[in-house]
């Protein structure tokens, strides 16, 4: 059972209109407001933030969308996030990952469709969250060799620290899975 209660559209104060337009924009990309973020509204500036974050990490950048969808999915799967796992597993499906796909993405990453590149950036971020001070110099200059830039490595990255935060925050909360 949920930690704390969510706070939905109509428990928002009429004047609060920054709130009122954060969880306007987030339905129109959502197609809904997840209770992630109803839960966040407990502290606006917080909602705010961490928005800003989600559109700055999984709406810009190099990486295509299938490629961070399943690192959210994998370190969310790693840090036993069932939230981040229903969510990812949503979002994946949404953009044609097929259940086969899907069980490649969990299992057997090196027999996905990606692409070398894409691949080894995966991998690497998955082995960042499990334990990033064993990361070896030598992996990182494997992922340069395969193609990765500096940007596309933090952007990566980034994925991965918004989903191991968001991990924490919603785990610690037992936030209601609403995908």
């Not at 924009?25 to 606006?44: M, S």
């Not at 490629?67 to 959210?72: F, N, Y």
């Not at 799967?77 to 597993?89: F, G, L, P, R």
């Amino acid at each position: 059972m949920a930690r704390l209660s969510v706070i939905g559209r109509e428990q928002v104060l009429k004047h609060d209109f920054e709130v009122q337009e954060i969880f306007t924009e987030i339905e129109g990309a959502f197609g809904k407001i997840p209770n992630l973020f109803k839960t966040y509204a407990h502290f606006p500036p917080l909602l705010k933030a961490n928005w800003s974050k989600v559109k700055a990490v999984m709406m810009q950048g190099s990486l295509s969308r299938k490629v961070k969808e399943s690192i959210a999915l994998l370190v969310s799967k790693d840090n036993s996030c069932a939230y981040c796992v229903a969510a990812h597993t949503a979002a994946l499906r949404t953009i044609g990952t097929t259940d086969k796909e899907l069980r490649m993405i969990e299992s057997e990453i090196e027999k996905s469709k990606f692409t070398e590149k894409e691949r080894e950036i995966i991998t690497f971020v998955r082995k960042a969250n499990k334990d990033p001070n064993k990361i070896t110099d030598e992996e990182f200059e494997e992922l340069r060799k395969r193609g990765a830039s500096d940007s596309e490595i933090v952007e990566a990255l980034g994925v991965m620290e918004l989903f191991t935060s968001f991990n924490k925050f919603l785990d610690s909360l037992k936030v209601e899975i609403d995908f």
